[in-house]
């Protein structure tokens, strides 16, 4: 007979806002900025150049990003604050109404049509309650799983800065200690894609795929704008010189 562990099923969809969160922030931090920190190597070979390039990409990505992020957060929040108090007021007004329409949901989900208005009628005696189930059934929006505007957009800065950083390690690096300019490109593209495939494999834990799939998904998307952008930078030196002050 073959041995069963039954482990609870944990579900993670009360974490979802901050997950999304982080991996906008890594990710625009390790492939935008890294893309265009190799943007730049391509196009001048200096690491200096480079360094302050990705630099002030950071910034600005942070600044950008993170108030992107609490904007668009608390006008969902607003939106659906509004809802919510739109449904306070028909259930306060008009309670047949939405007795109705709580009937109306139980007889699509099969429900016999005297279980369904027995129910509705149970539910419609606490408000608090009636508001919850047309939240659920009606409006379609949860509001308890969003997380605070002002958190989110911390977040999104923070790890933009993070996944910002790592690639631009290696040119730091070199500019202290005398580092072949293509040996820190390559450090750089390493380092990026390690961290893509890590962070890939991590995401997991939400995504439901397996560590390698997520891995390799995150490492051939990061390689295909890394490459791309060193290319352009790579063609574009052929055809516009800087002049250096």
Same mark, same amino acid.
């Given at each position: 007979?073959?041995?069963?562990?039954?482990?609870?099923?944990k579900?993670?969809?009360?974490?979802a806002?901050t997950f999304?969160?982080?991996?906008?922030g890594?990710?625009?931090?390790?492939?935008?900025i890294?893309?265009i920190?190799l943007g730049?190597?391509?196009?001048?070979?200096e690491p200096?150049?480079v360094?302050?390039?990705?630099?002030?990409?950071?910034?600005?990505?942070?600044f950008s990003?993170g108030?992107?992020?609490y904007?668009s957060?608390?006008?969902r929040?607003?939106?659906?604050?509004n809802?919510?108090?739109?449904?306070?007021?028909?259930?306060?007004?008009?309670?047949?109404k939405e007795k109705?329409?709580?009937v109306?949901?139980?007889?699509?989900?099969?429900?016999?049509?005297d279980e369904?208005?027995k129910i509705a009628e149970?539910?419609?005696?606490?408000r608090n309650?009636?508001?919850?189930?047309?939240?659920?059934e009606e409006?379609?929006?949860t509001?308890?799983e969003?997380e605070?505007p002002?958190?989110?957009?911390?977040?999104m800065?923070?790890?933009l @800065?993070?996944?910002?950083?790592?690639?631009?390690l290696?040119f =730091?690096i $070199?500019? #202290? %200690?005398?580092? &072949?300019?293509?040996?820190?490109l390559?450090?750089?593209?390493v380092l990026m894609l390690?961290?893509l495939?890590?962070f890939?494999?991590?995401?997991?834990k939400f995504t439901?795929l397996s560590?390698?799939?997520g891995?390799?998904?995150?490492?051939?998307?990061g390689a @295909?704008a890394?490459v791309?952008s060193?290319?352009?930078?790579l =063609?574009l $030196?052929? #055809? %516009?010189?800087? &002049?250096?002050?």
């Open positions: 007979m073959e041995n069963q562990i039954n482990e609870p099923v579900h993670y969809t009360d974490e806002d999304r969160t982080k991996v906008f890594v990710q625009d931090g390790l492939i935008g890294g893309s920190a730049a190597a391509g196009f001048s070979r200096l150049l360094v302050l390039t990705g630099v002030i990409a950071t910034i600005g990505q942070a990003m108030i992107g992020e904007i957060t608390r006008v929040m607003q939106v659906i604050q809802e919510i108090k739109k449904e306070k007021y028909e259930i306060e007004h008009y309670p047949e109705d329409e709580l109306g949901f139980y007889l699509k989900k099969g429900l016999p049509k369904a208005e149970i539910l419609m005696r606490n309650i009636t508001l919850e189930e047309m939240m659920k409006l379609k929006i509001p308890e969003f605070n002002v958190k989110l957009g911390f977040l800065s923070l790890y @800065i993070v996944g910002g950083l790592i690639p631009l290696p =730091i $070199s500019l #202290f %200690i005398s580092i &072949p300019f293509y040996s820190a390559i450090a750089s593209m390690g961290s495939g890590l890939g494999s991590i995401a997991t439901g560590k390698p799939r891995a390799l998904e995150q490492i051939g998307t @295909i890394l791309g060193y290319a352009a930078g =063609i $030196s052929h #055809f %516009i010189t800087v &002049p250096l002050l």
